[in-house]
């Protein structure tokens, strides 16, 4: 079992910057896949970022590439995503999620264990 944990969530104007963190506990290993997705207001949940946490690979969604960055702590087991320029479109529930290999970092259903989720504003 993994516990995932978010934090940093809040109200933004848009442009503005937020940065969410999710803190891993329980069973530990080097080849993890962590991800971020969120699920806005009559949306399907929908990837965010992700990376492979042995190497650091990362990868995004086109919607947020040059404005998020997802980093990891090895030592912390905590994983960031840094938004910057945020808009009112990111308005979302975000959620961490964590599988025990390393696997598809964009596929929602290859993800074994999700956070709570933290909730993003971003007011116009």
């Known amino acids: 079992q993994v516990q995932l944990v978010e934090s940093g969530g809040g109200l933004v104007q848009a442009g503005g910057s937020l940065r969410l963190s999710c803190a891993a506990s329980g069973r530990t290993f080097t080849s993890w896949t962590m991800g971020w997705f969120r699920k806005a207001p009559g949306k399907e949940r929908e990837f965010v970022a992700g990376l492979w946490w042995r190497t650091g690979t990362t990868y995004y969604a086109d919607s947020v590439k040059g404005r998020f960055t997802i980093s990891r702590d090895i030592g912390k087991n905590t994983m960031y995503l840094q938004m910057n320029s945020l808009k009112p479109e990111d308005t979302a529930v975000y959620y961490c999620?964590?599988?025990?290999?390393?696997?598809?970092?964009?596929?929602?259903?290859?993800?074994?264990?999700w956070g709570q989720g933290t909730q993003v504003t971003v007011s116009s």
């Open positions: 999620a964590n599988q025990n290999r390393t696997g598809s970092i964009t596929l929602e259903g290859a993800y074994d264990y």
